[in-house]
């Protein structure tokens, strides 16, 4: 069978298929193709299934201290399959509403694995082996990104797991080595120790989360050791042993060696681009390390033929990954539109949250003059004493010849949610005093921002 589309998209994740909906929006025939499952690792094993555990291991961690606002508990206790089925419920619920959404849109939707048999053909194969031709004016891969293996850890499925695998356990491990301190290594150590599991984390470089703020990054690990974590940096894992029921891995710092057992060890050392699709090579696309090269505009050096999200390197999120889809589909249906980059917000689910968007102190110091900074705590925050949940501060960086924000850092209470209003602010130029002259409501979590502006302007309010 061969048919023709205006626009082919190839991988159905938040780049995918958020392309293919804009391309028909803008009047394209449009087909997706997905291998798997339509959303992606971000739907089915990445952000959506992380973050129902994390909101579990929150809700865990608060019932266990509800004494402290008056409400007593007893026999609070996990039911790990239980909260298996509330995650895939949730992953069930929004998967069905990504294919509603496609269907509305009049996107085809194909499922098979997609080869590029020419610069405007793709060729789909099922898992039958059926196959079928699309002539494509334009093709956007949008193939995603699978976790990075190290030499000597290469995953097993059983002993030796990636974070795929740490989300779908049978039970809670008693014990848990997590080798490397990013993103993806803290949410599940965090998530893990809630649970109860005795979690040893292991970082190679000189610091956890290097392009955070040292302030927040500080206060992430002191709540990490709280919760029982033990973190050691400047570590690696020299070798490893296993038997039936445990891992034993030998770690070095400097001239101290020691050996950790425990139950499991994750291998969070992130994500490589994943291309999966036959004739790059043989069109001439160009890659490097991995990931295919485009333009300002997305598209490769083979005219007609875009490529977004982790399959490009760059930012690995899925809100970029979602930008550039729609970015893409625009340049396909005759935009010129370039990707903008400025303002890329980014979010820790740990308890408690990491919102974070722009430089920190440290860059800002090297970059301006001179800065301007202001920490406010959510102790001294209204709305979060009477919370109960008073950790963390937000942290605004501007740069005092300007008065633009340059940076924003906020760890505690919603910092997800709270941190788009810092994106909105360096997206627009908007100025410390521009903020002080905006009402904030109270009492909110929120207006500890206007407070953070308040003090980098040195006129505090609430926080002396």
């Given at each position: 069978?061969?048919?023709?589309?205006?626009?082919?998209?190839?991988?159905?994740?938040?780049?995918?298929?958020?392309?293919?909906?804009r391309?028909?929006?803008?009047?394209?025939?449009?087909?997706?193709?997905?291998?798997?499952?339509?959303?992606?690792t971000?739907?089915?094993?990445?952000?959506?299934?992380?973050?129902?555990?994390?909101?579990?291991?929150?809700?865990?961690?608060?019932?266990?201290?509800?004494?402290?606002m008056?409400?007593?508990v007893?026999?609070?206790?996990?039911?790990?399959?239980?909260?298996?089925?509330?995650?895939?419920?949730?992953?069930?619920?929004?998967?069905?509403?990504?294919?509603?959404?496609?269907?509305?849109?009049?996107?085809?939707?194909?499922?098979?694995?997609?080869?590029?048999t020419?610069?405007?053909?793709?060729?789909?194969?099922?898992?039958?082996g059926?196959?079928?031709?699309?002539?494509?004016?334009?093709i956007?891969?949008?193939?995603?990104?699978?976790?990075?293996?190290?030499?000597?850890?290469?995953?097993?499925?059983?002993?030796?797991?990636?974070?795929?695998?740490?989300?779908?356990?049978?039970?809670?491990?008693?014990s848990?080595?997590?080798?490397g301190?990013?993103?993806?290594?803290?949410?599940l150590?965090?998530?893990?120790?809630?649970?109860g599991?005795?979690?040893?984390?292991?970082?190679?470089?000189?610091?956890?989360?290097?392009?955070?703020?040292?302030?927040?990054?500080?206060?992430?690990?002191?709540?990490?050791?709280?919760?029982?974590?033990?973190?050691?940096?400047?570590?690696?894992?020299?070798?490893?042993?296993?038997?039936?029921?445990?891992?034993?891995?030998?770690?070095?710092?400097?001239?101290?060696?020691?050996?950790?057992?425990?139950?499991?060890?994750?291998?969070?050392?992130?994500?490589?681009?994943?291309?999966?699709?036959?004739?790059?090579?043989?069109?001439?696309?160009?890659t490097n390390?991995?990931?295919?090269?485009?333009?300002?505009?997305?598209?490769?050096?083979?005219?007609?033929?875009?490529?977004?999200?982790?399959?490009?390197?760059?930012?690995?999120?899925?809100h970029?990954?979602s930008?550039?889809?729609t970015?893409?589909?625009?340049?396909?249906?005759?935009?010129?539109?370039?990707?903008?980059?400025?303002?890329?917000?980014?979010?820790?689910?740990?308890v408690?949250?990491?919102?974070?968007?722009?430089?920190?102190?440290?860059?800002?110091?090297?970059?301006?003059?001179?800065?301007?900074?202001?920490?406010?705590?959510f102790?001294?925050?209204?709305?979060?004493v009477?919370?109960?949940d008073?950790?963390?501060f937000?942290?605004?960086?501007?740069?005092?010849?300007?008065?633009?924000?340059?940076?924003?850092?906020?760890?505690?209470?919603?910092?997800?949610?709270?941190?788009?209003?810092?994106?909105?602010?360096?997206?627009?130029?908007?100025?410390?005093?521009?903020?002080?002259?905006?009402?904030?409501?109270?009492?909110?979590l929120?207006?500890?921002?206007?407070?953070?502006a308040?003090?980098?302007?040195?006129?505090?309010?609430?926080?002396?």
């Amino acid at each position: 069978m061969e048919t023709n589309k205006d626009v082919v998209v190839i991988g159905g994740g938040p780049g995918g298929y958020v392309a293919a909906i804009r391309a028909a929006q803008l009047g394209a025939s449009t087909a997706l193709i997905e291998k798997e499952e339509l959303g992606g690792t971000c739907l089915n094993v990445g952000c959506i299934p992380t973050k129902a555990f994390a909101k579990i291991a929150e809700l865990y961690g608060k019932m266990k201290k509800s004494n402290e606002m008056g409400i007593n508990v007893e026999g609070i206790s996990l039911d790990f399959q239980a909260m298996q089925a509330h995650k895939q419920k949730v992953v069930k619920t929004l998967k069905g509403g990504i294919a509603y959404l496609l269907e509305e849109s009049n996107v085809q939707v194909i499922q098979g694995k997609a080869d590029l048999t020419g610069p405007q053909k793709v060729t789909v194969t099922s898992k039958d082996g059926q196959t079928q031709i699309i002539n494509a004016s334009h093709i956007i891969i949008a193939t995603g990104a699978k976790p990075m293996e190290l030499p000597g850890l290469e995953f097993d499925g059983d002993k030796i797991l990636n974070s795929t695998d740490m989300l779908q356990l049978e039970e809670i491990p008693e014990s848990l080595i997590v080798v490397g301190g990013g993103i993806i290594g803290i949410e599940l150590a965090c998530i893990y120790a809630q649970f109860g599991t005795k979690v040893t984390m292991v970082e190679i470089m000189p610091e956890l989360l290097p392009f955070c703020d040292a302030k927040v990054t500080s206060l992430l690990k002191s709540e990490l050791t709280a919760k029982g974590v033990s973190i050691s940096i400047k570590t690696k894992v020299i070798k490893h042993e296993r038997d039936e029921k445990t891992i034993t891995a030998t770690l070095q710092k400097g001239e101290k060696v020691w050996e950790v057992k425990a139950d499991k060890m994750l291998v969070a050392a992130g994500r490589k681009p994943f291309i999966g699709v036959g004739g790059i090579e043989s069109l001439g696309i160009e890659t490097n390390n991995g990931a295919i090269v485009v333009n300002e505009y997305l598209e490769t050096n083979v005219s007609g033929i875009y490529a977004i999200g982790d399959v490009i390197g760059g930012y690995q999120l899925a809100h970029v990954a979602s930008h550039e889809g729609t970015t893409a589909a625009e340049n396909c249906m005759g935009h010129k539109k370039k990707m903008d980059y400025r303002v890329v917000p980014n979010c820790i689910y740990t308890v408690p949250e990491v919102g974070m968007v722009g430089i920190n102190e440290k860059q800002a110091k090297e970059q301006y003059s001179e800065v301007q900074v202001g920490s406010f705590p959510f102790s001294a925050c209204g709305k979060a004493v009477a919370s109960g949940d008073t950790k963390g501060f937000v942290k605004i960086i501007a740069d005092k010849e300007s008065g633009k924000i340059v940076g924003t850092f906020i760890i505690g209470g919603t910092a997800t949610d709270m941190i788009h209003e810092a994106a909105l602010a360096m997206q627009k130029g908007v100025t410390i005093e521009e903020i002080i002259e905006t009402i904030h409501a109270h009492p909110t979590l929120s207006e500890s921002f206007h407070e953070a502006a308040m003090i980098a302007a040195k006129r505090p309010l609430h926080f002396m």
